[in-house]
């Protein structure tokens, strides 16, 4: 891993906004440390970091704080333009259009399905579901735009949109088993669960990814937790 900056990651280890600081380092080659934070007992260094937000991801880079996980993908790619591989097109207007696909990510897919498993009512859950549906078929649409026959949205190499949408990929795979669902579906979006092989097999993508199966008892435990909420606002 190429360094010699000092660079710290503040995070915690079943957000996919970390995770995608996480790619974002490893693809570029970069050498970090990694602080695990207690979301419950969070450090002063957090707190005055991210005064704002007060929330992780966080990279210190020689002490100055980045916070949101969009700005310091574009930081690190700015910041050791020379190291690695580019994650922002050189072209303005294609990487006008890769900060577009990465913003519909983030307003729209997660939107959707953050209504689709936390909604309070089944009507809420219900159409949380047709618009996280939705959401997904429009950016598969969008891969064969960007990637116009090549592996990924940044053509022959992971790109910003990779990383963005990369990062939720260990929550994907565990609401398969959570929910039911398979929003990556070979049959109706094969363009997109081709991808998503692709991507996490890339040797700088693997060894970062989350297990699973500790995602899975993750989720358990905030889906008990919501129900307990719900039975004592009932009361």
């Given at each position: 891993?190429?360094?010699g900056?000092?660079?710290?990651?503040l995070?915690?280890?079943?957000?996919?906004?970390?995770?995608?600081?996480?790619?974002?380092?490893?693809?570029?080659?970069l050498?970090?440390?990694?602080?695990e934070?207690?979301?419950?007992?969070?450090?002063?260094?957090?707190?005055?970091?991210?005064?704002?937000?007060?929330?992780?991801?966080v990279?210190?880079?020689?002490?100055?704080?980045?916070?949101?996980?969009?700005?310091?993908?574009?930081?690190?790619?700015?910041?050791?333009?020379?190291?690695?591989?580019?994650?922002?097109?050189?072209?303005?207007?294609?990487?006008?259009?890769?900060?577009?696909?990465a913003?519909?990510?983030?307003?729209?897919?997660?939107?959707?399905?953050?209504?689709?498993?936390?909604?309070?009512?089944?009507?809420?859950?219900?159409?949380?579901?047709?618009?996280?549906?939705?959401?997904?078929?429009?950016?598969?649409?969008?891969?064969?735009?960007?990637?116009k026959?090549?592996?990924?949205?940044?053509?022959?190499?992971?790109?910003?949109?990779?990383v963005?949408?990369?990062?939720?990929?260990?929550?994907?795979?565990?609401n398969?088993?959570?929910?039911?669902?398979?929003?990556?579906?070979?049959?109706?979006?094969?363009?997109?669960?081709?991808?998503?092989?692709?991507?996490?097999?890339?040797?700088?993508?693997?060894?970062?990814?989350?297990?699973?199966?500790?995602?899975?008892?993750?989720?358990?435990m905030?889906?008990?937790?919501?129900?307990?909420?719900?039975?004592?606002d009932?009361?």
């Amino acid at each position: 891993m190429a360094g010699g900056d000092d660079l710290k990651l503040l995070g915690m280890w079943a957000s996919p906004f970390v995770l995608r600081v996480k790619l974002a380092l490893s693809l570029k080659g970069l050498s970090y440390e990694y602080v695990e934070e207690d979301l419950g007992n969070k450090s002063e260094v957090l707190l005055s970091s991210n005064p704002v937000h007060k929330s992780v991801p966080v990279l210190l880079h020689n002490g100055k704080p980045v916070c949101e996980s969009s700005v310091i993908l574009q930081y690190i790619d700015e910041a050791f333009a020379g190291t690695g591989a580019s994650l922002l097109p050189a072209d303005p207007y294609e990487r006008a259009i890769a900060r577009f696909w990465a913003a519909y990510i983030d307003n729209q897919m997660i939107a959707a399905s953050t209504k689709a498993s936390r909604g309070k009512t089944e009507e809420e859950r219900a159409e949380g579901k047709k618009q996280s549906l939705a959401a997904v078929e429009t950016l598969e649409g969008a891969l064969r735009d960007c990637a116009k026959g090549k592996p990924f949205f940044g053509g022959d190499s992971a790109g910003f949109v990779d990383v963005v949408l990369g990062g939720l990929l260990g929550w994907v795979r565990a609401n398969e088993e959570l929910q039911g669902t398979k929003p990556f579906d070979p049959e109706r979006t094969p363009l997109l669960a081709a991808w998503a092989e692709r991507f996490w097999s890339l040797e700088a993508v693997e060894p970062v990814m989350p297990h699973v199966s500790r995602l899975v008892e993750f989720g358990k435990m905030l889906e008990a937790r919501q129900a307990a909420a719900a039975a004592g606002d009932g009361n």
